[in-house]
């Protein structure tokens, strides 16, 4: 059970830092991960460019198919397991930690499949000459992931990077580990070759930055908080590398006056409390057209008060903790923020539970648009409720904030709602729902929620490159100098 990290086929222990991890249910230690040193980065590293300069898994695309398929498999015979060390590692109700595991290895068969159909293009040139444009891998990729959703942003990038045909090392949080531990594990009896994947353990200064500063690490992709993805892309700039950025939000949910009011406050809650509201997309701002004000407002305080929170191994929980005591400390913060601003504080902000990192959700009205808690990444059980009166002001408020990630539009005029969507700056917008991602449809936002697109042929494009291949079958005579 010491050997937690998987380098070049293995599963080794890792020698650098002990670190004791706690169950955020209970605030009780779990088990102690053992962390990779700057060393075993490196070795992991090294391994991922040998494994994809000397075998022929950049080639070999039936096998790098055949591989994904039998690891989604693999997903779905641990499903209860995965979803067991999910709850366990970061608090999310157990029946939205099995559809985590669902989606992960529904993603591995999209890009099992995806990867089958991708032909190189080729053109005729006006000289006569013949253009073929292959889209190849970068090499060594660098993949660093959150703790919000451990093994599912996990796959969201291994899937397509060993899929075009990469190498991967693969860092998960210092807090989230458990569930990459054990995917290592199955990669292990899958049969991948050596070096094709490697899993590291520990944090951003000693294992994450190993990986970004690497000359030869070709490509990040990273989903973690604005701040530090901004200090990866300075990073990475250094060395050029390929850079995709999925980042922070204050997403929107607009909800206009001929909705359905009953339907629309579960799907507020759904949108800004679901997992937590510790989600990239978590819709934290409630934007209510004026005449629905008062009647939507109470009808979303009086059911966010009926969300069941508690054990999150229970089937009936709706809601968890928090993933950490700090976590907890920053999100009442906020709430401390807010009243100081001059917000007014609906329900929430209350620890609650006997143990473990508790809080009841947050709903904030009688906010300005300058407030922090209407511009900060919160990233928990919080939200803020807005007001507008035409679509007009919709819009400038729902773009009123530096993110771009999401956006919700809540209307029975779909054709109205299209209108608004056109003219919201964000990279994924639901009419009429909120949070699905489809698989085959882009993810990713505008402004500083990130750079690139994952999932969806978008999601295999950023993990390879054109390469443009001019040829004459027979040479002809330049005559270009006058010798
Ligand atoms: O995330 P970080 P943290 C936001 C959210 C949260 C805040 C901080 O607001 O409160 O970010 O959370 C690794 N080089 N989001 O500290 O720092 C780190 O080890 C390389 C939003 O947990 O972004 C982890 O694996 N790697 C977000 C990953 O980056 C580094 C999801 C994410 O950590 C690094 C999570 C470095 N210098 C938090 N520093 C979203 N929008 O999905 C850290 N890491």
Same mark, same amino acid.
């Given at each position: ?6 380098i ?9 830092n *002990? ?8 605030g009780?230690?779990?088990? %102690?991960?053992?962390?990779?040193t700057v060393?075993?980065?490196e070795?992991a ?16 695309k039936?096998?790098?198919?055949a591989?994904?398929?039998? !690891? ?8 209860e ?18 559809? +985590?595991?669902?989606?992960?290895a ?5 890009? *099992? +499949?995806?990867?089958?159909?991708? =032909? ?14 292959k889209?190849v891998?970068?090499?060594?990729t660098g993949?660093?992931v ?15 990077? !060993? ?20 995917l ?7 049969? =991948? ?18 990986? %970004?500063?690497s ?26 590398k ?7 939000g ?5 909800? =206009?006056?001929?909705? +359905?009011i009953?339907?629309?406050v ?21 934007l209510v ?17 009926k969300?069941?929170?508690g054990?999150?191994f ?7 903790p928090?993933?950490?005591m700090?976590h ?7 709430v401390?923020?807010?009243?100081a601003e001059? *917000?007014?504080l ?20 009688d906010v ?7 511009q900060?990444?919160? =990233? ?17 408020i ?6 771009g990630? *999401?956006a919700?539009i809540?209307s029975?005029?779909?054709?109205r709602a299209?209108?608004?969507a ?16 489809f698989?085959?449809a ?17 999601? !295999? ?7 443009? !291949?001019?040829t ?8 270009w100098?006058?010798?």
């Open positions: 059970m010491d050997k937690q990290l998987f070049n086929g293995k599963m080794i222990k890792g020698e650098g *002990a670190r004791i991890l706690i169950n955020p249910a209970t009780q230690e779990l088990v %102690t991960i053992y962390e990779a060393e075993q980065v070795m590293i090294q391994a991922a460019k040998t494994a994809f300069s000397e075998t022929d898994w950049k080639q070999d039936e096998e790098r198919a591989l994904l398929m039998k !690891l989604a498999g693999k997903l779905e015979e641990n499903l397991e995965l979803a067991k060390l999910e709850t366990e590692n970061t608090g999310k109700p157990i029946r939205e930690s099995r559809l +985590d595991i669902e989606d992960s529904g993603c591995l068969k999209y890009y *099992a +499949d995806l990867l089958r159909d991708q =032909f190189s293009e080729m053109m005729e040139q006006w000289d006569g000459s013949a253009s073929i444009v889209n891998p970068f090499g060594v993949l660093i959150p703790w919000n959703f451990p093994l599912l942003l996990g796959i969201w990038k291994i899937a397509p990077a !060993l899929a075009a045909g990469n190498t991967v090392v693969f860092k998960p949080s210092e807090l989230t580990p458990l569930s990459s531990i054990k290592a594990e199955l990669m292990g009896e899958c049969g =991948f070759p050596e070096g094709v994947f490697n899993l590291v353990l520990g944090d951003g200064k000693t294992a994450g930055e190993t990986i %970004t500063a000359e030869d690490v070709q490509k990040i992709s990273f989903t973690g908080g604005t701040d530090t993805g901004r200090l990866i892309n300075e990073q990475c700039a250094r060395s050029f390929n850079v995709s950025l999925e980042l922070g204050k997403s929107p949910l607009i909800i =206009f006056d001929d909705t +359905d009953d339907k629309a579960e799907w507020a809650i759904f949108g800004a409390f679901f997992n937590q509201g510790e989600v990239c997309v978590a819709s934290s701002r409630i057209q004026e005449d629905i004000y008062s009647d939507f407002t109470e009808k979303l305080t009086e059911k966010t008060k969300i069941k929170l054990d999150p229970s089937e009936e929980t709706e809601m968890g928090v993933i950490s700090d907890l400390r920053k999100i009442e913060s906020y401390e923020k807010g009243k001059g *917000a007014k609906l329900t929430g902000g209350e620890r609650t539970g006997k143990q473990g990192y508790y809080l009841t959700p947050v709903i904030f009205t300005t648009p300058d407030m922090e808690i209407v900060e990444e919160i =990233f928990g059980p919080f939200c803020v409720i807005q007001t507008f009166s035409s679509e007009e002001e919709a819009v400038e729902a773009n009123g904030t530096k993110y990630l *999401a919700g809540l029975k005029d779909v054709e299209e209108r608004v056109d003219q919201i700056d964000s990279g994924i917008i639901w009419i009429n729902s909120y949070h699905t991602p698989v085959n882009p993810w990713g936002g505008f402004k500083q929620s990130g750079t690139g697109r994952e999932l969806g042929p978008h999601g !295999l494009a950023a993990y390879s490159q054109p390469k443009h !291949l001019n004459n079958a027979v040479m002809g005579e330049l005559g100098y006058k010798f």
